[in-house]
């Protein structure tokens, strides 16, 4: 039986679309992509990333915090956060966009105790783990030299109990990254008279409370609303409250006491739990100012002693503008500084930071 021989048939072109199913995904010359992209990824500061996305495969960048190299490339920088890029150098890290508060040595923190234990308290500081509050590290009556003893473990709960409020300072940072606080300088204790706000803190791309130069200020306000006390923890943590002026303290007022007595004449009054009598006029106030906090949070705007002053006179000056949607029962502009209210004071408090920049610059 005789046998023949067919013609060989070419192959198929590699960049012919019309034979292959994956045709969609050819560049405008027919070809197709290689494994290595023809160009290096554009590496801006200012450029957002998400988790898993290629940052570059340049070897000459090292990677830092929020990165990480993947098993199958390990030249392949790789983001594991969203996040703002940062350069220094030839490092590359990722600024989250939100993240837990990282305790610093000498951070002022607003925190809310959460345990009660036989030497020390438990407080939550919005940070993966919760700080210590040793007994040893706060002010007692009778002197802060005075030597802690059982009967002070026993009446532990009279000076913080559960849901306190207390600022305090970060005396040092374990290993594991917990913190320990203390609040021996007459400027720290327990908060009253006040309201409590949350934003973000530091690390969370710049957005809230900043570390500043100044964490806490007494604003006179407007409106026969006298003085406030504005707290700004480092954590986002914030407390806006009457401002006291040593009564709180001493219990008999602070103006005839020396300084160098300061720490022995600590009264009971310094950890009572009752709220002072506070005037509506100071209400009001302390209200605006929140109003003027949410709304620089809402608007991504960092948080600090000179955001929070242009936001609030931005507020006072919007008070009465006749808008009818914001008007009060008596005939006044509501205190609520959200929706459009809040975007104008936004818009005022940039406005105003840009003209102060071009007066300096």
Same mark, same amino acid.
């Given at each position: 039986?005789?046998?023949?021989?067919?013609?060989?048939?070419?192959?198929?072109?590699?960049?012919?679309?019309?034979?292959?199913?994956?045709?969609?995904?050819?560049?405008?010359?027919?070809?197709?992509?290689?494994?290595?992209?023809?160009?290096?990824?554009?590496?801006?500061?200012?450029?957002?990333?998400?988790?898993?996305?290629?940052?570059?495969?340049?070897?000459?960048?090292?990677?830092?915090?929020?990165?990480?190299?993947?098993?199958?490339?390990?030249?392949?920088?790789?983001?594991?956060?969203?996040?703002?890029?940062?350069?220094?150098?030839?490092?590359?890290?990722?600024?989250?966009?939100?993240?837990?508060?990282?305790?610093?040595?000498?951070?002022?923190?607003?925190?809310?105790?959460?345990?009660?234990?036989?030497?020390?308290?438990?407080?939550?500081?919005?940070?993966?783990?919760?700080?210590?509050?040793?007994?040893?590290?706060?002010?007692?009556?009778?002197?802060?030299?005075?030597?802690?003893?059982?009967?002070?473990?026993?009446?532990?709960?009279?000076?913080?109990?559960?849901?306190?409020?207390?600022?305090?300072?970060?005396?040092?940072?374990?290993?594991?990254?917990?913190?320990?606080?203390?609040?021996?300088?007459?400027?720290?204790?327990?908060?009253?008279?006040?309201?409590?706000?949350?934003?973000? @803190?530091?690390? &969370?791309?710049?957005? #809230?409370?900043? $570390?500043?130069? /100044?964490? %806490?200020?007494?604003?006179?306000? !407007?409106?026969?609303?006298?003085?406030?006390?504005?707290?700004?923890?480092?954590?986002?943590?914030?407390?806006?409250?009457?401002?006291?002026?040593?009564?709180?303290?001493?219990?008999?007022?602070?103006?005839?006491?020396?300084?160098?007595?300061?720490?022995?004449?600590?009264?009971?009054?310094?950890?009572?739990?009752?709220?002072?009598?506070?005037?509506?006029?100071?209400?009001?106030?302390?209200?605006?100012?929140?109003?003027?906090?949410?709304?620089?949070?809402?608007?991504?705007?960092?948080?600090?002693?000179?955001?929070?002053?242009?936001?609030?006179?931005?507020?006072?000056?919007?008070?009465?503008?006749?808008?009818?949607?914001?008007?009060?029962?008596? @005939?006044?502009? &509501?205190?609520?500084? #959200?929706?459009? $209210?809040?975007? /104008?004071? %936004?818009?005022?408090?940039?406005? !105003?930071?840009?003209?102060?920049?071009?007066?300096?610059?």
């Amino acid at each position: 039986m005789p046998f023949y021989i067919a013609a060989t048939i070419p192959p198929t072109p590699f960049h012919d679309n019309a034979s292959s199913p994956a045709s969609s995904s050819a560049d405008s010359d027919g070809d197709f992509p290689t494994s290595r992209p023809s160009k290096r990824p554009k590496l801006s500061a200012k450029s957002i990333v998400t988790p898993g996305e290629t940052i570059t495969t340049d070897p000459q960048w090292m990677r830092g915090h929020g990165t990480y190299l993947p098993l199958h490339s390990p030249q392949t920088i790789t983001s594991s956060v969203a996040g703002t890029l940062l350069k220094t150098n030839k490092l590359l890290s990722i600024l989250p966009l939100r993240a837990r508060y990282t305790p610093e040595i000498g951070d002022l923190v607003v925190g809310r105790i959460l345990e009660v234990q036989s030497k020390r308290w438990k407080v939550d500081l919005s940070a993966p783990l919760l700080a210590h509050l040793p007994l040893s590290a706060i002010n007692l009556p009778g002197g802060i030299l005075r030597k802690r003893t059982t009967t002070d473990e026993l009446a532990i709960r009279t000076f913080f109990a559960e849901g306190d409020l207390v600022v305090a300072e970060v005396q040092s940072v374990f290993q594991d990254g917990a913190a320990s606080l203390h609040t021996r300088s007459l400027k720290y204790g327990k908060l009253r008279n006040g309201v409590f706000l949350a934003v973000a @803190g530091t690390g &969370g791309g710049g957005r #809230g409370v900043v $570390r500043a130069r /100044r964490q %806490v200020w007494t604003v006179s306000t !407007a409106n026969g609303g006298g003085d406030v006390d504005v707290v700004l923890g480092v954590n986002g943590y914030i407390w806006i409250c009457k401002h006291s002026n040593g009564e709180l303290i001493t219990g008999k007022g602070g103006a005839d006491i020396s300084i160098t007595r300061m720490e022995e004449v600590v009264g009971e009054k310094m950890y009572e739990n009752r709220n002072e009598q506070i005037a509506p006029e100071t209400r009001r106030e302390i209200a605006r100012l929140a109003g003027c906090v949410r709304c620089l949070a809402e608007a991504g705007v960092r948080v600090d002693e000179e955001m929070v002053m242009r936001a609030y006179e931005a507020a006072v000056d919007d008070e009465g503008m006749g808008w009818d949607e914001e008007m009060g029962e008596d @005939g006044e502009a &509501g205190e609520y500084l #959200g929706g459009d $209210r809040g975007m /104008r004071v %936004v818009a005022g408090t940039l406005f !105003a930071g840009d003209v102060a920049a071009k007066r300096n610059g």
